[in-house]
């Protein structure tokens, strides 16, 4: 089986991952988490080409990701912000950055520390948990097709199934 | 600005979008969380050339994210196996899942379905919170340099906390 794209999947992490799932879309958003919104923020802070810079940008905004706008009418500059939907990315740009203080800088200390900007707290450390708010391990979790999966997917996730013994290989 | 590698950053995003921050080795961990182990069940399911499919597997293992056993004495056929630092990556790969589920796959419903093994409860909607458990939006999150910030990345704070007015732009 060979696919040319990742729209091919009949995934969520997969249709994502098609948008978002590459070093420099990932660090552009980080500086937009950050409050930085203009082509040359982004361009010294990553020290991208900017014809790299250009098109990633674009396609975040294709995306709906990012939003282009005029800093000013008759000026040819431009701020690019997070949308609603790509603010709804923070809980993956925050989980990024706490894996990497744990397993990366586990000895010299988070380079960076996120706060509640109201109350002065650190944030917690972010885990899965069920509807009842217990916290998941992956072998506690288990997966079914939902509505929206296509035949290839429901074969896939019975096979899948049948050989899952939620052991602690996961 | 140039830099030849994310190992350059002082950052725990950049460094950890250089292990995992690739369309393949993102996908490779989400068959990983299925249970998936083999080199032959990645190359079904991803359709990508053995090379590439290689190559992946090797920085992950070589990360220290995949554990590469045999599946038999004196047999040449291996399982790739989360370790505690892969597994530490769930909350990353539920994240982009959600988001998937929320903003591309908002009509047809959700392909997979992920429950709490034990009772059946779905999951959680992954948030960001705070240590008192208040649940923060991007514009209620500050910044500050850690203990492990160099020189520059304490000057970038302090320049971008400057700027920062913590407005709806984020």
């Given at each position: ?6 729209q ?8 994502t991952?098609?948008l978002i ?11 937009a988490?950050y409050?930085?919104s203009?082509?040359s ?9 900017p014809?790299?810079l ?12 990012l939003?282009?706008d005029?800093?000013r009418?008759g ?10 939907k ?7 740009i925050?989980?990024l950055?706490?894996?990497?203080d744990k ?5 010299e ?23 009842a708010?217990?916290v998941?391990a992956?072998r ?11 035949a290839?997917?429901?074969a ?15």
């Amino acid at each position: 089986m060979t696919r040319t794209s990742l729209q091919d999947f009949n995934c969520s992490l997969a249709r994502t991952v098609d948008l978002i799932g590459d070093k420099w879309s990932l660090l552009i958003l980080r500086d937009a988490f950050y409050g930085y919104s203009q082509f040359s923020d982004f361009r010294n802070r990553l020290g991208i080409t900017p014809t790299v810079l250009t098109a990633r940008l674009q396609a975040l905004t294709n995306a709906g990701i990012l939003q282009r706008d005029q800093v000013r009418e008759g000026i040819d500059r431009h701020h690019y912000r997070l949308t609603a939907k790509g603010r709804d990315l923070l809980p993956t740009i925050i989980s990024l950055v706490q894996w990497g203080d744990k397993w990366i800088f586990e000895e010299e200390g988070p380079p960076i520390v996120l706060r509640n900007r109201q109350t002065g707290n650190a944030l917690a450390r972010m885990e899965v948990c069920d509807s009842a708010g217990k916290v998941l391990a992956p072998r506690n979790v288990t997966f079914e097709a939902g509505p929206g999966a296509t035949a290839e997917t429901r074969a896939a996730v019975r096979s899948a199934r049948a050989s899952d013994t939620g052991d602690t290989a996961k």
